[in-house]
Nanobody, 119 residues
């Protein structure tokens, strides 16, 4: 079985920065996609950033403020985001598309970590 474990988040000052980490464990043949999504109260889950190989896609609302770092050896993905605003308050979810074998690929989610931007 595969698990994604997240860390980071919590209360962040307006205009400050956040740093989130996520690592995958379990039986893993290959990790294809790695990234982060978020869901604010009353809203749909939206893309923050996702990457596969050398292709990275950012959500429109975070494009110039978010940075993703991949550690393939540790099967980890880190997110940093600057200049936080109240609308960045959300539950942030780690996401990976992982193959447990050559023919068995599934989409996995972390448990979610709350980020609250406070003034």
């Amino acid at each position: 079985q595969v698990q994604l474990v997240e860390s980071g988040g919590g209360l962040v000052q307006l205009g400050g920065s956040l740093r989130l980490s996520c690592a995958a464990s379990g039986t893993i043949f290959r990790v294809y996609d790695m990234g982060w999504y978020r869901q604010a109260p009353g809203k749909l889950r939206e893309l923050v950033v996702t990457t596969r190989d050398l292709n990275t896609q950012y959500g429109d609302s975070v494009r110039d403020r978010a940075t993703i770092f991949i550690d393939n050896a540790k099967r980890a993905v880190n997110l940093t985001m600057d200049s936080l605003q109240p609308e960045d308050t959300a539950v942030y979810y780690c996401n990976m598309v992982i193959g447990q074998s050559y023919s068995d690929t599934q989409n996995y989610w972390g448990q979610g970590t709350q980020v609250i931007v406070s003034s």
